[in-house]
Protein backbone atom coordinates (compact mmCIF):
# COMPACT_ATOMS: atom_id res chain seq x y z
CA UNK A 1 0.00 0.00 0.00
CA UNK A 2 1.21 3.34 0.86
CA UNK A 3 3.68 4.31 4.09
CA UNK A 4 4.63 7.40 4.87
CA UNK A 5 8.49 5.85 4.77
CA UNK A 6 7.45 4.98 1.10
CA UNK A 7 8.25 8.58 0.40
CA UNK A 8 10.02 10.40 2.59
CA UNK A 9 9.27 13.81 0.91
CA UNK A 10 5.88 13.60 1.56
CA UNK A 11 6.58 14.58 5.05
CA UNK A 12 8.00 17.95 4.08
CA UNK A 13 4.64 19.88 4.79
CA UNK A 14 4.28 18.25 7.86
CA UNK A 15 7.84 18.24 8.95
CA UNK A 16 7.26 21.42 11.50
CA UNK A 17 4.72 20.13 13.24
CA UNK A 18 5.28 16.54 13.12
CA UNK A 19 8.62 16.54 13.91
CA UNK A 20 9.39 20.67 14.61
CA UNK A 21 12.03 20.51 11.84
CA UNK A 22 11.20 23.46 9.04
CA UNK A 23 10.12 22.45 5.57
CA UNK A 24 13.99 23.91 3.65
CA UNK A 25 15.94 22.35 6.33
CA UNK A 26 13.78 18.69 6.12
CA UNK A 27 14.19 18.95 2.21
CA UNK A 28 17.64 20.20 2.21
CA UNK A 29 18.80 17.55 4.56
CA UNK A 30 16.68 14.50 2.62
CA UNK A 31 18.35 15.60 -0.69
CA UNK A 32 21.89 17.25 -0.42
CA UNK A 33 23.16 13.82 -0.71
CA UNK A 34 20.78 11.99 -2.75
CA UNK A 35 22.28 8.93 -4.59
CA UNK A 36 21.23 10.07 -8.00
CA UNK A 37 22.63 13.23 -8.86
CA UNK A 38 19.44 14.11 -10.64
CA UNK A 39 17.89 15.04 -7.67
CA UNK A 40 20.63 16.25 -5.83
CA UNK A 41 20.59 19.29 -4.25
CA UNK A 42 23.12 21.80 -5.86
CA UNK A 43 24.69 24.85 -3.46
CA UNK A 44 23.32 27.80 -2.45
CA UNK A 45 20.03 26.84 -3.79
CA UNK A 46 16.54 27.15 -2.14
CA UNK A 47 15.62 23.39 -1.46
CA UNK A 48 11.63 23.91 -1.94
CA UNK A 49 13.00 25.66 -5.39
CA UNK A 50 15.05 22.86 -6.58
CA UNK A 51 12.39 20.46 -5.13
CA UNK A 52 9.35 21.93 -7.65
CA UNK A 53 12.10 21.52 -10.64
CA UNK A 54 12.69 18.04 -10.35
CA UNK A 55 9.62 16.81 -8.82
CA UNK A 56 8.31 13.95 -11.50
CA UNK A 57 4.41 15.16 -10.28
CA UNK A 58 4.71 18.72 -9.86
CA UNK A 59 1.52 20.32 -7.99
CA UNK A 60 1.33 17.18 -5.47
CA UNK A 61 3.59 16.79 -2.78
CA UNK A 62 6.58 14.62 -2.60
CA UNK A 63 7.92 12.13 -5.60
CA UNK A 64 5.01 9.57 -5.73
CA UNK A 65 1.73 9.78 -7.61
CA UNK A 66 -0.85 10.76 -4.85
CA UNK A 67 -3.79 13.09 -4.15
CA UNK A 68 -4.14 15.45 -1.18
CA UNK A 69 -6.67 14.57 1.24
CA UNK A 70 -9.61 16.91 2.48
CA UNK A 71 -7.77 17.45 5.77
CA UNK A 72 -4.03 17.37 4.21
CA UNK A 73 -1.40 18.60 5.43
CA UNK A 74 -3.03 17.25 8.45
CA UNK A 75 -3.61 13.56 8.57
CA UNK A 76 -6.66 11.04 9.64
CA UNK A 77 -6.96 7.21 10.99
CA UNK A 78 -7.54 6.90 7.13
CA UNK A 79 -4.71 8.36 5.80
CA UNK A 80 -1.62 8.71 7.81
CA UNK A 81 0.03 11.38 6.19
CA UNK A 82 -2.72 13.00 4.39
CA UNK A 83 -2.16 11.45 1.17
CA UNK A 84 -3.22 8.86 -0.79
CA UNK A 85 -1.82 6.73 -3.55
CA UNK A 86 -3.28 7.22 -6.93
CA UNK A 87 -2.52 7.42 -10.19
CA UNK A 88 -4.16 10.14 -13.03
CA UNK A 89 -6.52 8.39 -15.36
CA UNK A 90 -7.96 6.31 -12.21
CA UNK A 91 -10.74 6.94 -9.93
CA UNK A 92 -10.03 7.53 -6.12
CA UNK A 93 -9.35 4.50 -4.16
CA UNK A 94 -9.71 2.11 -7.46
CA UNK A 95 -6.01 1.23 -6.99
CA UNK A 96 -5.79 0.64 -3.70
CA UNK A 97 -8.88 -0.95 -3.34
CA UNK A 98 -7.41 -3.34 -6.33
CA UNK A 99 -4.18 -4.28 -4.29
CA UNK A 100 -6.49 -4.70 -1.15
CA UNK A 101 -8.42 -7.30 -2.83
CA UNK A 102 -5.20 -9.04 -4.51
CA UNK A 103 -3.42 -8.85 -0.79
CA UNK A 104 -6.63 -10.69 0.58
CA UNK A 105 -6.21 -13.56 -1.84
CA UNK A 106 -2.06 -14.68 -0.99
CA UNK A 107 -1.40 -17.04 1.11
CA UNK A 108 1.74 -19.27 2.22
CA UNK A 109 2.30 -22.26 0.46
CA UNK A 110 0.77 -25.31 2.05
CA UNK A 111 2.94 -27.19 4.99
CA UNK A 112 3.51 -30.79 4.87
CA UNK A 113 3.01 -31.48 8.50
CA UNK A 114 3.92 -34.66 10.47
CA UNK A 115 1.70 -37.37 9.45
CA UNK A 116 1.03 -38.25 12.77
CA UNK A 117 -2.41 -36.04 13.69
CA UNK A 118 -2.51 -37.08 17.20
CA UNK A 119 0.53 -34.84 17.73
CA UNK A 120 -1.05 -31.78 15.92
CA UNK A 121 -4.46 -32.63 18.38
CA UNK A 122 -2.45 -32.72 21.38
CA UNK A 123 -0.25 -29.63 20.19
CA UNK A 124 -3.98 -27.63 19.97
CA UNK A 125 -4.73 -28.40 23.18
CA UNK A 126 -1.51 -27.53 24.69
CA UNK A 127 -2.26 -24.13 22.52
CA UNK A 128 -5.62 -24.17 24.49
CA UNK A 129 -4.25 -24.95 27.68
CA UNK A 130 -1.57 -22.16 27.99
CA UNK A 131 -3.90 -19.65 27.26
CA UNK A 132 -2.34 -18.58 23.16
CA UNK A 133 -6.55 -18.66 22.37
CA UNK A 134 -7.16 -15.77 24.79
CA UNK A 135 -5.77 -13.49 22.43
CA UNK A 136 -4.60 -15.79 19.42
CA UNK A 137 -8.53 -16.65 18.49
CA UNK A 138 -10.72 -17.78 15.36
CA UNK A 139 -9.81 -19.19 11.92
CA UNK A 140 -6.80 -16.40 11.52
CA UNK A 141 -5.23 -16.86 15.14
CA UNK A 142 -6.15 -13.36 16.11
CA UNK A 143 -8.15 -11.66 18.11
CA UNK A 144 -7.14 -8.03 16.43
CA UNK A 145 -6.83 -6.40 19.56
CA UNK A 146 -4.04 -4.01 20.30
CA UNK A 147 -2.25 -5.45 23.90
CA UNK A 148 -0.62 -2.26 25.86
CA UNK A 149 2.99 -2.98 25.58
CA UNK A 150 3.22 -2.31 29.82
CA UNK A 151 1.44 -5.70 29.03
CA UNK A 152 2.52 -7.33 26.82
CA UNK A 153 6.22 -6.35 27.33
CA UNK A 154 8.39 -6.49 23.94
CA UNK A 155 11.01 -4.33 22.82
CA UNK A 156 8.84 -1.01 23.84
CA UNK A 157 10.62 1.40 20.72
CA UNK A 158 8.38 0.86 18.15
CA UNK A 159 5.06 0.66 19.99
CA UNK A 160 4.83 4.48 20.40
CA UNK A 161 6.55 5.17 16.57
CA UNK A 162 2.98 6.91 15.81
CA UNK A 163 2.46 8.90 18.59
CA UNK A 164 3.30 12.16 16.90
CA UNK A 165 1.00 11.96 13.47
CA UNK A 166 -2.04 11.19 16.00
CA UNK A 167 -1.43 14.93 17.24
CA UNK A 168 -2.42 15.86 13.97
CA UNK A 169 -5.42 14.03 13.05
CA UNK A 170 -8.54 15.20 12.31
CA UNK A 171 -11.91 13.04 11.54
CA UNK A 172 -11.32 11.00 8.15
CA UNK A 173 -12.73 11.69 4.94
CA UNK A 174 -12.53 10.97 1.58
CA UNK A 175 -13.95 11.75 -2.12
CA UNK A 176 -16.60 9.04 -3.34
CA UNK A 177 -15.32 6.74 -5.69
CA UNK A 178 -16.68 8.14 -8.79
CA UNK A 179 -14.67 11.23 -8.26
CA UNK A 180 -11.16 11.07 -10.98
CA UNK A 181 -7.94 11.72 -10.11
CA UNK A 182 -6.41 14.15 -10.89
CA UNK A 183 -9.33 15.67 -8.40
CA UNK A 184 -11.65 18.10 -10.11
CA UNK A 185 -11.54 21.44 -8.11
CA UNK A 186 -13.90 21.44 -5.42
CA UNK A 187 -14.53 17.69 -4.99
CA UNK A 188 -17.39 15.96 -3.35
CA UNK A 189 -16.43 14.54 0.49
CA UNK A 190 -17.75 12.17 2.59
CA UNK A 191 -17.13 10.53 5.67
CA UNK A 192 -14.98 7.65 6.54
CA UNK A 193 -16.81 5.46 9.68
CA UNK A 194 -13.89 4.36 11.61
CA UNK A 195 -16.37 2.36 13.86
CA UNK A 196 -14.91 -0.64 12.75
CA UNK A 197 -12.24 -1.02 15.22
CA UNK A 198 -12.87 -0.37 19.33
CA UNK A 199 -11.73 3.48 20.13
CA UNK A 200 -9.43 2.08 23.29
CA UNK A 201 -7.59 0.02 20.38
CA UNK A 202 -7.49 3.01 18.05
CA UNK A 203 -5.65 5.26 21.16
CA UNK A 204 -3.49 2.51 22.41
CA UNK A 205 -2.22 2.20 18.73
CA UNK A 206 -1.14 5.81 18.66
CA UNK A 207 -0.24 5.72 22.09
CA UNK A 208 -2.54 8.32 23.00
CA UNK A 209 -4.22 6.63 25.78
CA UNK A 210 -0.93 5.09 27.35
CA UNK A 211 2.44 7.03 26.26
CA UNK A 212 4.13 3.65 25.89
CA UNK A 213 1.19 1.89 23.53
CA UNK A 214 0.83 -0.98 21.96
CA UNK A 215 1.32 -3.79 19.58
CA UNK A 216 -1.26 -5.87 17.81
CA UNK A 217 -2.30 -9.40 18.37
CA UNK A 218 -0.39 -10.66 14.89
CA UNK A 219 -2.26 -13.79 12.86
CA UNK A 220 -0.04 -16.99 13.24
CA UNK A 221 -0.56 -18.07 9.51
CA UNK A 222 3.03 -19.53 7.81
CA UNK A 223 5.19 -19.08 10.89
CA UNK A 224 6.94 -22.28 9.51
CA UNK A 225 8.26 -19.58 6.59
CA UNK A 226 8.70 -16.20 8.73
CA UNK A 227 11.28 -17.11 11.32
CA UNK A 228 12.70 -15.05 12.93
CA UNK A 229 9.85 -13.77 15.44
CA UNK A 230 7.63 -11.05 17.14
CA UNK A 231 7.62 -7.70 15.70
CA UNK A 232 11.27 -6.88 16.17
CA UNK A 233 12.50 -10.64 14.55
CA UNK A 234 14.64 -11.35 18.00
CA UNK A 235 13.25 -14.33 18.46
CA UNK A 236 15.50 -16.73 17.02
CA UNK A 237 17.84 -19.47 17.18
CA UNK A 238 19.71 -21.69 14.27
CA UNK A 239 19.14 -25.40 13.77
CA UNK A 240 22.63 -26.09 15.44
CA UNK A 241 21.58 -23.80 18.17
CA UNK A 242 19.86 -26.35 21.06
CA UNK A 243 20.29 -30.07 21.68
CA UNK A 244 18.02 -32.47 23.42
CA UNK A 245 18.86 -33.92 26.71
CA UNK A 246 16.78 -36.11 28.77
CA UNK A 247 15.01 -33.49 30.88
CA UNK A 248 14.65 -31.59 27.78
CA UNK A 249 16.56 -29.00 25.46
CA UNK A 250 19.80 -26.49 26.56
CA UNK A 251 21.76 -24.46 24.76
CA UNK A 252 24.37 -26.18 22.47
CA UNK A 253 25.51 -23.78 20.52
CA UNK A 254 25.18 -20.06 22.67
CA UNK A 255 26.32 -18.55 18.80
CA UNK A 256 23.96 -19.07 17.07
CA UNK A 257 20.93 -17.74 19.40
CA UNK A 258 19.37 -14.61 18.42
CA UNK A 259 19.90 -12.31 15.19
CA UNK A 260 23.49 -12.18 16.57
CA UNK A 261 24.09 -15.68 16.20
CA UNK A 262 22.30 -16.46 13.34
CA UNK A 263 21.22 -13.69 10.82
CA UNK A 264 24.16 -11.42 11.11
CA UNK A 265 26.31 -14.41 10.72
CA UNK A 266 24.36 -15.34 7.68
CA UNK A 267 22.82 -18.32 9.19
CA UNK A 268 19.08 -18.43 8.66
CA UNK A 269 16.68 -18.87 11.92
CA UNK A 270 14.90 -22.06 12.07
CA UNK A 271 11.29 -22.06 12.83
CA UNK A 272 10.99 -24.92 15.13
CA UNK A 273 14.08 -24.10 17.46
CA UNK A 274 12.86 -20.15 16.97
CA UNK A 275 9.62 -21.41 18.68
CA UNK A 276 11.30 -23.33 21.46
CA UNK A 277 13.11 -19.81 22.32
CA UNK A 278 9.63 -18.08 22.16
CA UNK A 279 8.05 -20.41 24.55
CA UNK A 280 10.96 -21.54 27.26
CA UNK A 281 12.31 -19.40 29.49
CA UNK A 282 15.49 -20.47 30.28
CA UNK A 283 16.02 -20.63 26.75
CA UNK A 284 14.81 -17.40 25.90
CA UNK A 285 16.81 -15.34 28.11
CA UNK A 286 20.34 -16.26 26.51
CA UNK A 287 18.84 -15.33 23.04
CA UNK A 288 17.63 -11.89 24.55
CA UNK A 289 21.25 -11.18 26.34
CA UNK A 290 22.72 -12.24 22.56
CA UNK A 291 21.11 -9.68 21.00
CA UNK A 292 21.77 -7.10 23.44
CA UNK A 293 25.44 -7.60 23.49
CA UNK A 294 25.04 -6.72 19.89
CA UNK A 295 25.27 -2.50 20.07
CA UNK A 296 24.51 -2.26 16.50
CA UNK A 297 21.31 -4.16 16.87
CA UNK A 298 20.30 -1.96 20.30
CA UNK A 299 20.94 0.79 17.97
CA UNK A 300 18.27 -0.35 15.85
CA UNK A 301 16.27 -1.74 18.76
CA UNK A 302 16.09 -5.77 18.37
CA UNK A 303 16.55 -7.57 21.64
CA UNK A 304 13.38 -10.54 21.18
CA UNK A 305 12.07 -9.82 24.72
CA UNK A 306 8.42 -10.04 26.36
CA UNK A 307 5.63 -11.64 25.32
CA UNK A 308 6.08 -14.23 28.42
CA UNK A 309 3.68 -16.64 27.90
CA UNK A 310 5.31 -20.11 28.50
CA UNK A 311 4.66 -23.72 27.69
CA UNK A 312 7.89 -25.25 29.78
CA UNK A 313 8.66 -27.05 32.54
CA UNK A 314 8.25 -24.13 35.04
CA UNK A 315 4.53 -23.71 33.74
CA UNK A 316 4.17 -27.11 34.19
CA UNK A 317 4.68 -28.89 30.66
CA UNK A 318 6.32 -31.35 29.80
CA UNK A 319 9.27 -31.92 27.14
CA UNK A 320 6.36 -33.96 24.82
CA UNK A 321 3.85 -31.23 25.29
CA UNK A 322 6.35 -28.29 23.95
CA UNK A 323 7.36 -29.99 21.36
CA UNK A 324 3.74 -30.99 20.01
CA UNK A 325 2.76 -27.52 20.90
CA UNK A 326 5.71 -25.99 18.48
CA UNK A 327 4.61 -28.78 15.55
CA UNK A 328 0.97 -27.39 15.63
CA UNK A 329 1.94 -23.87 15.34
CA UNK A 330 4.29 -24.92 12.39
CA UNK A 331 1.45 -26.97 10.57
CA UNK A 332 -1.06 -23.40 10.34
CA UNK A 333 -0.98 -22.39 6.90
CA UNK A 334 -3.71 -21.42 4.79
CA UNK A 335 -6.08 -24.44 5.78
CA UNK A 336 -4.73 -26.05 8.93
CA UNK A 337 -4.77 -29.64 9.26
CA UNK A 338 -6.23 -29.27 13.23
CA UNK A 339 -8.12 -26.16 13.87
CA UNK A 340 -8.99 -25.25 17.38
CA UNK A 341 -11.88 -27.05 18.70
CA UNK A 342 -13.63 -24.29 20.95
C1 LIG B 1 -2.33 -11.37 25.90
C2 LIG B 1 -2.37 -11.75 24.51
C3 LIG B 1 -1.44 -12.87 24.02
C4 LIG B 1 -1.29 -14.14 24.55
C5 LIG B 1 -1.97 -14.75 25.76
C6 LIG B 1 -0.36 -14.82 23.67
N1 LIG B 1 0.05 -13.98 22.67
FE1 LIG B 1 1.30 -14.44 21.15
N2 LIG B 1 1.33 -12.50 20.58
C7 LIG B 1 0.58 -11.48 21.13
C8 LIG B 1 1.03 -10.21 20.62
C9 LIG B 1 0.46 -8.83 20.96
C10 LIG B 1 2.10 -10.50 19.74
C11 LIG B 1 2.97 -9.48 18.99
C12 LIG B 1 4.03 -8.98 19.95
C13 LIG B 1 5.18 -8.26 19.30
O1 LIG B 1 5.50 -8.57 18.15
O2 LIG B 1 5.75 -7.38 19.96
C14 LIG B 1 2.25 -11.95 19.72
C15 LIG B 1 3.17 -12.64 18.94
C16 LIG B 1 3.24 -14.03 18.86
C17 LIG B 1 4.08 -14.77 17.94
C18 LIG B 1 5.02 -14.15 16.92
C19 LIG B 1 4.35 -14.05 15.59
C20 LIG B 1 5.26 -13.49 14.54
O3 LIG B 1 4.83 -13.49 13.38
O4 LIG B 1 6.36 -13.02 14.83
C21 LIG B 1 3.86 -16.10 18.16
C22 LIG B 1 4.49 -17.27 17.42
C23 LIG B 1 2.93 -16.20 19.25
N3 LIG B 1 2.56 -14.92 19.64
C24 LIG B 1 2.50 -17.40 19.82
C25 LIG B 1 1.86 -17.45 21.07
C26 LIG B 1 1.73 -18.65 21.86
C27 LIG B 1 2.24 -20.02 21.46
C28 LIG B 1 1.09 -18.29 23.02
C29 LIG B 1 0.76 -19.15 24.21
C30 LIG B 1 1.86 -19.84 24.83
C31 LIG B 1 0.78 -16.86 22.91
N4 LIG B 1 1.28 -16.40 21.74
C32 LIG B 1 0.07 -16.12 23.85
C33 LIG B 1 -0.44 -11.65 22.07
C34 LIG B 1 -0.58 -12.78 22.86
Redesign the pocket.
Known amino acids: MFGVNADPATTADAGGELLGVDKEIYLGTMLQNASNSKFRLPEKVKPSEFFEKIDPTPGEPGFNEVIKMPEYPKGSLFMQNGLMAASPGYKVAEQINGMSAYQNTLAPPPYQPTDDSEVLKHGAAI ?1 NK ?3 V ?3 SGRYFTNHDV ?1 AQR ?2 G ?1 QPSRAQASKGFAKLFVPPQTYPPNVSVPLPPDPPVIPVPTDITPKEDIELAYAQSDPLGG ?4 N ?1 IG ?1 YL ?1 AP ?3 DGGVAASSEALKPDKKGFKVANPDQLGIAGTLLQNIQPDPSAS ?1 RV ?2 DRNLRKPVVAANRANSDLQRVNVDGS ?2 N ?1 W ?1 DKQAGFSVKDQTD ?1 IQF ?1 LSIDDDPEVLLDR
Open positions: FAGCDCHIKITFKVPLLSYLHLLVGHYVLL
